[in-house]
Each structure stands twice: as C-alpha cells, then as structure tokens.
C-alpha cells in the first residue's frame, strides 16, 4: 500500500494516515486485511459509529483509506459501493470578531508563537501550510506570500499585509532562520502542528477568549473579515486555495455585512496593531529573508 501512494504522490500526511488506518482496521479483527472482506469492513464502521463515537473527519479519513486500499492495492476487488461515505454535516465553522482576533494575536508573549498565529490569520494558511514555510516563501516586493506544495500538492499565491512582513522583519532578527521559517526544536525539520495548536490554545486562555479556539479559527476568521470588507468569493476562494466554490461560500452564512463596505484593498491584517519595528538590514534586496 505504501508503494501505491508514492507513485500517486499522496502527501506525507495522507500516507501516514492511511497506513494507520488499515493497521487499526486489521488490528480489530486480529487478521491481515487481505483476509477481511465486506462483511468485516461493514462491521468495522458500525464499530467506529456506534462504539467509538468518532467525529466525521475521522470517519471520512478511514473511508477513504479502505476505499484506497480495495481499489488500489488488494487484488481481490470489493465493490467501491459497499464502502459508503456518510451524509455531510453541513455546519458553519465558529466565527472569531476582529476585537477577538486582535486580543488573541496580542496574547503570546514570545515572538515566534505570536508572528505564527499572526500568519494564519493575516495569510489565511492552514495549520500543515505554516509549519511547511521557508524563509524563501516570502515576496516581501510584492506582498505576497508562498504557499508550496499545499493540500492537493499545488502551489498558490496569498495576502502578505504590510504589518504581518513587519512582524515576521522582527521575528527574523531575533532568531535568523536559514531554512524553515518556523525550525522545530530540531533544526532540520519543521514545528509540528500539535505545537503550533498547542501555542494558539494557550493564547486563547491568556487572551481570556469564551469561545473554544483552535488555530484553524484564524483562517474562518481571515475569509469572513475578508468577505465582510467587499472581497469577492472567487478571490477568497484563490487565496485560502478551495478547490470547489462551495467550500468557500460556506463563510456567506456568517459574515456580517455592513451598509458601506470597506475598500476592497483593506485586508483583515489592517485593524491589528504591534509595536514598530525597524527595517529589517535586507529591505530593498526584495526579499524579507535570506534564501536558505
């Protein structure tokens, strides 16, 4: 199975998680897969629904992986029908005000955790996007930050506010990355995410926040703010990098449209305020940071 997902080029992530999936599914069963047919993978679902209680995610993630498997790898088929996918919960994502986001954002009292929150927000990046940034990701002559290799393996272009490339200017002065913009405690491979959400609860309950929050709310929040500024949906669908438009129109069931939008050149960053900071020695050059 692993040989079958390289040569489709799935992610690391997806991987991982696929190969997960099946070892759980034979462990269940104290069988190899290749002895477990239908029947087994029906009885397994109803396990993870009514035993284990798993969120949909989850559920979907395990679909998908078995789906995979008995296409791709088993040789003996089972028809893709007897692997059904569950109805989709259509819930509107928690939605932080901007009073929220500037409370949240000002929490951390070091640099890093606070310049990698501000780039979930003022970029709208998910979770695997920020920890995969190199130094060389940012266009500070442009204003545009690189995102490579996102989910479904493509390359998209995003908002870099002036504030934000301020920000990450005294975040790059004070711990000079080389490679990864965010270097884990080794520093030849990336923060993880789990410390990356680790650092945006920990904000939360400083900033003394009620609403429960993890990182993926300061992307919720980039688009809506984004959609309650004027920004059309196609635009905002490019920048938080949405294959279908229907993803993205979600956020119209809780923006909070005004009588007179703002400029549609005002982006969410703009009513977050940090101390100034002085240029960084490569302004002019371009580039914010250095190649690695």
């Known amino acids: 199975?692993?040989?079958?997902?390289?040569?489709?080029?799935y992610s690391p992530t997806t991987v991982r998680i696929y190969l997960h999936v099946i070892a759980e599914f034979a462990r269940y069963f104290s069988k190899p897969p290749d002895q477990l047919d239908a029947e087994h993978i029906r009885r397994y679902q109803l396990f993870l629904i009514?035993?284990?209680?798993?969120?949909?995610?989850?559920?979907?993630?395990?679909?998908?992986a078995l789906r995979f498997f008995y296409t791709h790898t088993?040789?003996?088929?089972?028809?893709?029908?007897?692997?059904?996918?569950?109805r989709r919960e259509r819930k509107l994502p928690l939605i932080l005000s901007r009073g929220e986001v500037k409370a949240l954002l000002q929490a951390?009292?070091?640099?890093?955790?606070?310049?990698?929150l501000a780039v979930l927000y003022g970029s709208g990046l998910r979770v695997s996007e920020v920890?995969?940034?190199k130094t060389s990701d940012i266009d500070s002559a442009r204003?545009?930050?690189w995102v490579r290799s996102g989910k479904g393996r493509k390359d998209r272009q995003t908002l870099l506010p002036t504030k934000l490339l301020e920000l990450l200017r005294r975040y790059w002065r004070t711990r000079r990355p080389t490679g990864w913009l965010f270097p884990g405690a080794d520093p030849t491979r990336p923060i993880?995410?789990?410390a990356v959400f680790l650092a945006c609860r920990k904000a939360g309950i400083r900033a003394g926040l009620p609403k429960p929050v993890h990182s993926h709310?300061?992307?919720?929040?980039?688009?809506?703010?984004?959609?309650?500024?004027?920004?059309?949906?196609?635009?905002?669908?490019i920048l938080l990098g949405h294959a279908n438009l229907e993803t993205t129109a979600r956020y119209l069931h809780v923006a909070m449209y005004r009588s007179v939008p703002r400029p549609v050149l005002w982006t969410p960053w703009t009513s977050i305020f940090f101390p100034a900071s002085d240029e960084c020695t490569s302004a002019g050059t371009g580039r914010c940071l250095p190649h690695p």
């Open 1 to 9: 199975m692993l040989e079958d997902l390289q040569i489709r080029h």
């Open 143 to 145: 204003n545009v930050l």
């Open 217 to 237: 709310l300061l992307r919720h929040a980039f688009a809506t703010h984004l959609l309650e500024s004027g920004v059309n949906l196609p635009t905002i669908q």
């Open 131 to 133: 920890t995969q940034l």
């Open 192 to 194: 993880s995410p789990k």
């Open 74 to 86: 088993f040789s003996r088929k089972i028809a893709i029908e007897r692997i059904p996918f569950p």
């Open 50 to 64: 009514k035993e284990r209680r798993v969120s949909q995610s989850t559920y979907i993630q395990t679909v998908r």
């Open 108 to 116: 951390p009292r070091n640099l890093r955790q606070r310049t990698i």
